[in-house]
T-cell receptor, first 116, second 115 residues
Framework: GAVVSQHPSRVICKSGTSVKIECRSL??????MFWYRQFPKKSLMLMAT?????????EQGVEKDKFLINHASLTLSTLTVTSAHPEDSSFYIC????????????FGEGSRLTVL | AQTVTQSQPEMSVQEAETVTLSCTYD???????LFWYKQPPSRQMILVIR??????QNATENRFSVNFQKAAKSFSLKISDSQLGDTAMYFC????????????FGQGTRLTINP
């Protein structure tokens, strides 16, 4: 099956620094990528939807200036957590889809961010 | 807005038993897609089964099958002959054919298969 690679899998940073997480579709072109946040033992909360070449659409309550999403190519989307604080510590998961809404979503392995 | 509800936070069964996980959803759309995803301790999301709303026949994948009741907006997952490797979080998910086309997840059910 298709593969989505997410990097880094774990990152620890100091409060106030910025962290970038990459999401790559390795063997297909992803017209749409989604970024989710997952708290321990909770469901996936959609943060934003990104389409290649256009601005990301953020969900209500998600700070677009805090969580910068870029989808510069059909195989790469990035999430940058700016000026990270301990409350930003979480598990972030990306997913990518090649076609329309019925197409399978392929998920990255997730990135665990810890902000000290 | 679409919502997905899983009313069973946790379930536990013995190995080889059959277990059914419940899911209901709410939407005004006529065509949409429903999914069950498995998230083992590794946290990697794995697609278990997929159902298209316009198809009346229930989807089946080996030991996994669904009971799709469109009028009742219900989409339950049945796992037959459960195995220890089935232990995981299971998420029901919905995506509509119109509008934002976002995949919306339910709260999840933690399933434990006991030896």
């Amino acid at each position: 099956g298709a593969v989505v690679s997410q990097h880094p899998s774990r990152v620890i940073c100091k409060s106030g620094t910025s962290v970038k997480i990459e999401c790559r579709s390795l063997d297909f072109q992803a017209t749409t990528m989604f970024w989710y946040r997952q708290f321990p033992k909770k469901s996936l909360m959609l943060m934003a939807t990104s389409n290649e070449g256009s601005k990301a659409t953020y969900e209500q309550g998600v700070e677009k200036d805090k969580f910068l999403i870029n989808h510069a190519s059909l195989t790469l989307s990035t999430l940058t957590v700016t000026s990270a604080h301990p409350e930003d510590s979480s598990f972030y998961i990306c997913s990518a889809r090649a076609g329309g809404p019925g197409g399978e979503l392929f998920f990255g392995e997730g990135s665990r961010l810890t902000v000290l | 807005a679409q919502t997905v509800t899983q009313s069973q936070p946790e379930m536990s069964v013995q190995e080889a038993e059959t277990v059914t996980l419940s899911c209901t959803y709410d939407t005004s759309e006529n065509n949409y897609y429903l999914f069950w995803y498995k998230q083992p301790p590794s946290r990697q999301m794995i697609l278990v089964i997929r159902q298209e709303a316009y198809k009346q026949q229930n989807a089946t994948e080996n030991r996994f099958s669904v009971n799709f009741q469109k009028a009742a907006k219900s989409f339950s997952l049945k796992i037959s002959d459960s195995q220890l490797g089935d232990t995981a979080m299971y998420f029901c998910a919905f995506i509509g054919d119109q509008g934002a086309q976002k995949l919306v997840f339910g709260q999840g059910t933690r399933l434990t298969i006991n030896p």
